[in-house]
C-alpha cells in the first residue's frame, strides 16, 4: 500500500506571495493533519480534517488555511507569505474508523523557503 | 506544558541494544504513549504505542513500567540507520487535536 505523498517536495516563494500544498492520505484513510516543523518550535500541529470538515485547528494566524476533497486528498494554503514561514510541512494521515484518534503516519513534507 | 522527558542525545554502539527512557509522570489513565522517529529532513516515522502492556514488533519494543509514569523503547540491536530523533508522546484516545510533540532524544549510533 503506498504511504502518504505530498506535492511538491520543494517550494521557493517570496514573501506575500501564496501558496498551495498537496497531500494524499493512505488509501483507506479518511484524517488527514497538518503539521509545520521549524528548527526554532520544533513540530506544531495546523489542523485535522476527516470528511471534508476541519474538526480541530492548533494556534496559527488566519493566513493558514486548509481543506479536504472528497476523496481525502487534502490541501493547505498560506496566504501573504512571511519569512517565518519557511519550515518543513508535514501531512499525516489516519484511519479514523470509529471516530477515535489513531496511529498517524506522515508524508515525506513539503520544504518551503521565502525569500 | 510538557507530557514528556526525554535526554536530549544519546549514544549507542552498533549492534547493540539501544534503550530510549522517558518519563510521563502526569500520565492520565486513558492515555497511551506513542513513539516516533524522524530522521533527518524525513517526515515522522510511527514506531510503536502502548496503554500499560510491555508491547513489541518488528522495530522495537516498549517497556512501560507498572505506574505508568516512565516507559522505554528499545531497538534491540541498532543499526546506522536508527541514527534519527526519537519522539515520546501521551496521547489521549478519543478527539481530534494534534500530536504534540516535544524536542525528543537525539539518539547516535556510532559504528
Given at each position: 500500500?503506498?504511504?502518504?505523498?505530498?506535492?511538491?517536495?520543494y517550494l521557493i516563494k517570496t514573501r506575500g506571495q501564496q501558496v498551495t500544498l498537496s497531500c494524499?492520505?493512505?488509501?483507506?484513510?479518511?484524517?488527514?493533519?497538518?503539521?509545520?516543523?521549524?528548527?526554532?518550535?520544533?513540530?506544531?500541529?495546523?489542523?485535522?480534517y476527516f470528511s471534508e470538515t476541519q474538526r480541530n485547528k492548533g494556534n496559527f494566524p488566519g493566513r493558514f488555511s486548509g481543506r479536504q476533497f472528497?476523496?481525502?486528498?487534502?490541501?493547505?494554503?498560506?496566504s501573504t507569505l512571511e519569512l517565518g514561514d519557511s519550515a518543513?510541512?508535514?501531512?499525516?494521515?489516519?484511519?479514523?474508523?470509529?471516530?477515535?484518534?489513531?496511529?498517524?503516519y506522515f508524508g515525506p513534507g513539503t520544504r518551503l523557503l521565502v525569500l | 506544558d510538557a507530557k514528556t522527558t526525554q535526554p536530549p542525545s544519546m549514544d549507542c554502539a552498533e549492534g547493540r541494544a539501544a534503550n530510549l527512557p522517558c518519563n510521563h509522570s502526569t500520565i492520565s489513565g486513558n492515555e497511551y504513549?506513542?513513539?516516533y522517529r524522524q530522521i533527518h529532513s524525513q517526515g515522522p516515522q510511527y514506531i510503536i504505542h502502548?496503554?500499560?502492556?510491555?508491547?513489541?514488533?518488528e522495530m522495537a519494543s516498549l517497556i512501560i513500567t507498572e505506574d505508568r509514569k516512565s516507559s522505554t523503547l528499545i531497538l534491540p540491536h541498532a543499526t546506522l540507520r536508527d541514527t534519527a530523533v526519537y519522539y515520546c508522546i501521551v496521547r489521549v484516545e478519543g478527539g481530534a487535536d494534534g500530536l504534540t510533540f516535544g524536542k525528543g532524544t537525539h539518539l547516535i549510533i556510532q559504528p
Open positions: 500500500k503506498a504511504g502518504v505523498t505530498q506535492t511538491p517536495r494524499s492520505p493512505i488509501s483507506g484513510h479518511r484524517s488527514v493533519s497538518w503539521y509545520q516543523q521549524t528548527p526554532g518550535q520544533g513540530l506544531q500541529f495546523l489542523f485535522e472528497s476523496n481525502s486528498r487534502s490541501e493547505m494554503n498560506v518543513l510541512y508535514l501531512c499525516a494521515s489516519s484511519l479514523d474508523g470509529g471516530g477515535y484518534w489513531e496511529t498517524q | 504513549v506513542y513513539w502502548g496503554l500499560k502492556n510491555n508491547e513489541t514488533n
